[in-house]
């Protein structure tokens, strides 16, 4: 057992918040993320966390206390981004809306856990007109659980924290009122630097930045059926591309170091475009729109766009457009998505191209998710520590389960289904699913098999 402050993550998904505060210095005690498929991607990533793979709907405080192993230890901070899929504001009660669940929830656990601190994250989207009124009910809601919210509340983008994408996000930083609340970060880079300056230490990583030294996926058939492809080694030329290559001394931060193959190029599957689109995206001019796609092609000297995760199968199984490469006639690999987004290459996702482009685009950056979690350590007043052992990654099985698999693997049922298109069956709304779910496990125990690891880091 160490001393590392304990985390919870909650509607985990691939794992980006746990990534980012596991590079701070938190040990990720538990996850929860109702998705098999996402769940059993976490677990390979973070071989040493229990993965709960279920609703956090009924999942109380005590359960996660057991499933982790972690018994009567402090629990420093619950974080989370619960599903965003169109908040009720109807009534004054908002959050006593069965539309609205998930948050409630989200309060209930970080207080039957006695957590010492919570982030909670979501789309800017709740700070805009209507949607203020859930924010401030929200905010309401922690107060009477006894926990004190940073005020005025923030939304941060992450192009100002390292990361070459513009993405923004609603962040609620807060403590158990007898602790001190935890500040937001100051931003570390910019886009905006004076032509004069020498110094571009903190200038913001560029799309070049980022993907310059990862070969073209087009060059690989293996990559039409596969998503990886063992290469030989390559050099990064930029101290962005290093540092996912974790060749620098401190890639990897606070967080423990994984054993990986970094001659293998993953998350790379080729996409079959027609030479008509092909024509059409090298005829378009970086840092444009291409007219008939609506594409967006990536600019060399730029930053990204808000990379998008699409819909789940429960809403259509509509994959979000990735952005045109500014340097050849194809979208974006799921791997270049990852760069963009600030994950290391040792950072699996699922084989497909429409799971992992998911899992990227549903994630918080975990530059983004560390610089806030490095000032939770700072409130709690935490010495980060840096893990010397190596961990193993899990299996590769993990990286390619369809769902019906995936759910047999947690001895769950399949939480989503597949929209009936011909029908035109309505869409299932996300507290619909959870709620499915949570008729089915009803009689209160997670129903999954555990998969911990032994001689965990706890």
Request: hydrophobic letters at 40%; aromatic letters at 8%; proline letters at 7%.
């Amino acid at each position: 057992m160490n001393n590392r402050p304990i985390g919870i993550d909650l509607f985990a998904g691939a794992g980006g918040m746990s990534l980012g505060f596991e590079q701070a210095g938190f040990d990720i005690a538990c996850a929860v993320e109702i998705d098999p498929i996402h769940a059993a991607v976490h677990h390979f990533n973070f071989p040493h966390t229990e993965v709960l793979a279920r609703s956090v709907i009924g999942l109380g405080g005590e359960d996660i206390r057991v499933a982790s192993g972690i018994g009567r230890r402090s629990v420093d901070v619950v974080f989370g981004g619960p599903p965003c899929q169109g908040f009720s504001l109807i009534g004054q009660r908002m959050l006593e809306d069965p539309r609205n669940h998930l948050a409630r929830e989200f309060v209930r656990i970080v207080a039957e856990l006695n957590a010492k601190t919570f982030v909670f994250e979501n789309v800017k989207g709740l700070t805009i007109g209507k949607h203020r009124r859930f924010l401030d009910t929200l905010i309401e809601a922690f107060d009477a659980a006894g926990y004190a919210v940073r005020l005025p509340w923030k939304v941060l983008n992450a192009v100002n924290y390292g990361v070459p994408q513009h993405r923004e996000r609603l962040f609620l930083l807060g403590a158990r009122k007898n602790l001190r609340v935890p500040r937001y970060p100051e931003p570390t880079t910019t886009l905006d630097l004076d032509l004069f300056r020498t110094d571009e230490s903190d200038r913001t990583a560029t799309c070049a930045d980022a993907l310059s030294d990862l070969p073209d996926a087009d060059l690989f058939a293996e990559l039409m059926t596969s998503d990886a492809v063992a290469l030989a080694r390559w050099k990064s030329s930029t101290a962005y591309a290093r540092a996912c290559r974790c060749a620098t001394k401190d890639a990897w931060h606070f967080g423990y170091p994984r054993t990986w193959e970094s001659d293998v190029l993953t998350a790379s599957m080729r996409s079959a475009h027609t030479d008509i689109s092909r024509r059409r995206f090298a005829a378009t001019r970086p840092g444009e729109v291409e007219p008939i796609s609506r594409f967006y092609k990536l600019d060399p000297d730029g930053v990204c766009n808000t990379l998008r995760a699409g819909t789940d199968s429960a809403r259509g199984a509509f994959t979000s457009p990735r952005p045109i490469h500014y340097a050849f006639p194809r979208c974006i690999t799921v791997r270049e998505m990852a760069r963009l987004h600030g994950y290391p290459d040792w950072f699996r996702f699922h084989v497909t191209k429409w799971h992992g482009a998911r899992q990227v685009g549903n994630s918080v950056p975990p530059a983004l998710a560390r610089a806030i979690a490095s000032t939770l350590v700072e409130a709690l007043g935490v010495v980060p520590t840096r893990p010397i052992e190596p961990l193993a990654l899990g299996s590769p099985e993990l990286l390619s389960m369809a769902m019906g698999e995936a759910a047999e693997y947690w001895n769950v049922p399949v939480p989503i289904g597949r929209r009936d298109r011909k029908t035109g069956l309505r869409k299932r709304t996300q507290i619909e699913i959870e709620e499915s779910s949570r008729s089915q496990t009803r009689r209160g125990s997670c129903p999954r098999v555990s998969h911990r690891e032994t001689g965990t880091p706890l």
